[in-house]
């Protein structure tokens, strides 16, 4: 069983779609995030969801709205897309432990395209 | 606020030759460090994290890594490395306390036969 699945695996589509990417964990984790990796491998944080309630923003468009349904899930939702959007987008999960330690693990990503 | 450099975006090797890939980091608190690899097209895993304890900490496939505090930094080893270690390997902190993992750029690691 994957731990933390993504859907698509890839997305190719034009500028000024709206379209959605979905994740799940089966690990039973209480955190979930969404990274952003572009064109040149840098990874960075997106958002970070603790028990579907939003606790880290960074500075993202608003275009970019995630949605937590329930701990398992957090969805990313991307509208009006731009050429500068297309990227690899991962999703984590992490459970917070005794020392504030929390591993995270990994989706496998989404490759974006804009065309 | 915490920040990471790897130095090398590059690191090519040949296969059972040692290698070092540099990392350095920057912050005002104490932080875990971490190092995760990215096989291509695939997702990150983690190798190996320091929290507290012994600087020097044992990963996954024969890695190691070695926390030094003055110098601020967590430089990651292997003593004879595969073809199969070709992958991106990140450097990256948190917060201790906090969840969130600020990640170096990455060094691709090319290991020829």
């Excluded at chain 2, 044992?58 to 199969?84: D, M, Y």
């Amino acid at each position: 069983d994957t731990a933390v699945s993504q859907t698509p695996k890839y997305l190719v589509t034009q500028m000024g779609n709206d379209k959605s990417i979905k994740c799940e964990q089966n690990l039973g984790h209480d955190t979930m995030y969404w990274y952003k990796q572009d064109s040149k491998k840098f990874l960075k944080i997106m958002f970070s969801y603790n028990n579907k309630e939003l606790i880290i923003n960074e500075t993202v468009p608003n275009r970019f709205s995630p949605k937590s349904p329930d701990k398992a899930h957090l969805n990313l939702h991307i509208n009006s897309l731009e050429l500068g959007d297309s990227a690899v987008y991962f999703c984590a999960s992490s459970q917070v432990g005794g020392q504030g330690f929390n591993e995270q693990f990994f989706g496998p990503g989404t490759r974006l395209t804009v065309l | 606020a915490q920040s990471v450099t790897q130095l090398d975006s590059q690191v090519p090797v040949f296969e059972e030759a040692p290698v070092e890939l540099r990392c350095n980091y920057s912050s005002s608190v104490s932080v875990y460090l971490f190092w995760y690899v990215q096989y291509p097209n695939q997702g990150l895993q983690l190798l190996l994290k320091y929290l507290s304890g012994s600087t020097l900490v044992k990963g996954i496939n024969g890695f190691e890594a070695e926390f030094n505090k003055s110098q601020t930094s967590f430089h990651l080893r292997k003593p004879s490395v595969h073809i199969s270690d070709t992958a991106e390997y990140f450097c990256a902190v948190s917060q201790i306390g906090y969840s969130t993992l600020t990640f170096g750029k990455g060094t691709m690691l090319l290991v020829s036969p």
